[in-house]
């Protein structure tokens, strides 16, 4: 699905690109031919983004809690690993998505400001994806020091193996 959404974002990019290339005149980006693509493209990013990190988010999860039901935990603080990096991409894809949205509505309703909001969007993909990095490197540091995981036996809830380092 996300594929296929990606596919049209491609192809009302390339819509775009055709049109303003036979413009005749200094047209703006707000013009009557290219508020369909236009409105697309906005519509299509802002949905793209948020299946594409609910569905990473999910399957992220949904390994946490089978690490869970297997009786593999993280020790140390009360969240998982696993927890702490849905947070981040949660974080970082609302960033953007909302960024995205107001764009959309700007786009949408015609307003002049879309030219600054744009610009802003521009540098919000790379804050999003810099506090990925940023937040990843801090939480591999915190790993790195103090890394601990139990095994524990579903049938009798006996712990059957424990394993820790400090690095």
């Known amino acids: 699905m996300s594929l296929l959404l990606w596919a049209c ?13 036979n413009f005749r005149s200094q047209a703006l980006v ?11 493209l906005w519509c299509l990013t802002v949905v793209v983004n948020i299946l594409t990190t609910g569905l990473l988010v999910w399957r992220i999860w ?15 603080s009360g969240q998982s690993t696993l927890t702490r990096v849905i947070r981040i991409i949660v974080e970082s894809g609302l ?18 400001t879309i030219y600054i909001i744009t610009g802003v969007d521009i540098q919000t993909v790379g804050i999003a994806f810099n ?21 524990t036996d579903m049938d009798t809830g006996q712990t059957r193996f424990t394993a820790s380092s400090v690095n």
Do not use: C, M
């Open 62 to 76: 949904s390994v946490d809690r089978s690490n869970k039901r297997h009786g593999i935990q993280d020790s140390g």
């Open 131 to 151: 506090l990925i990095i940023i937040r990843a490197s801090h939480l591999s540091k915190q790993q790195s020091s103090v890394s601990a995981f139990t095994l």
């Open 30 to 40: 707000y013009t009557k031919e290219l508020i369909i693509p236009g409105t697309l």
């Open 9 to 21: 974002s491609v192809a009302s990019t390339l819509w775009i690109i055709a049109t303003e290339a």
């Open 95 to 112: 960033i953007y998505t909302v960024s995205a949205f107001i764009s959309f509505v700007t786009y949408v309703t015609g307003n002049n």
